[in-house]
């Protein structure tokens, strides 16, 4: 098992920036990929990064050059930095974690799931 606790949401103005961090604890050496998911109200849930163990980084267009993914190891510490957020960004933001290859955009793939933190993003 594996357990995933988020932190660092909150409310910022469109161009701010934040960090979420996702701590794990458990059985994290099973892990291969960990990722972000977001989910609005009345959206499906979808992939914002992941990363695999070798440390192979994935993002959709939408976030591709203003997110960032990132890992420590030592800390079992998963990190997000969003920077210039827009208010489409809104959301309650996920991590997640699946032990076999391959990273999957798809929600269902991942086994483990954090509680999310909620990120609002005002014009």
């Known amino acids: 098992q594996v357990q995933l606790v988020e932190s660092g949401g909150g409310s910022v103005q469109a161009g701010g920036s934040l960090r979420l961090s996702c701590a794990a604890s458990g059985y994290t050496y099973s892990t291969y990929c960990m990722a972000w998911f977001r989910q609005a109200p009345g959206k499906e849930r979808e992939r914002v990064a992941f990363?695999?163990?070798?440390?192979?980084?994935r993002y959709p267009d939408s976030v591709k050059g203003r997110f960032t993914i990132s890992q420590d190891n030592a800390k079992n510490t998963l990190y997000l930095q969003m920077n210039s957020l827009q208010p489409e960004d809104t959301a309650i933001y996920y991590c997640?974690?699946?032990?076999?290859?391959?990273?999957?955009?798809?929600?269902?793939?991942?086994?483990?799931w954090g509680q999310g933190t909620q990120v609002t993003v005002s014009s």
């Open positions: 997640a974690a699946k032990n076999r290859p391959p990273c999957s955009s798809s929600y269902f793939a991942y086994s483990y």
């Open positions: 990363i695999d163990s070798g440390g192979v980084t």
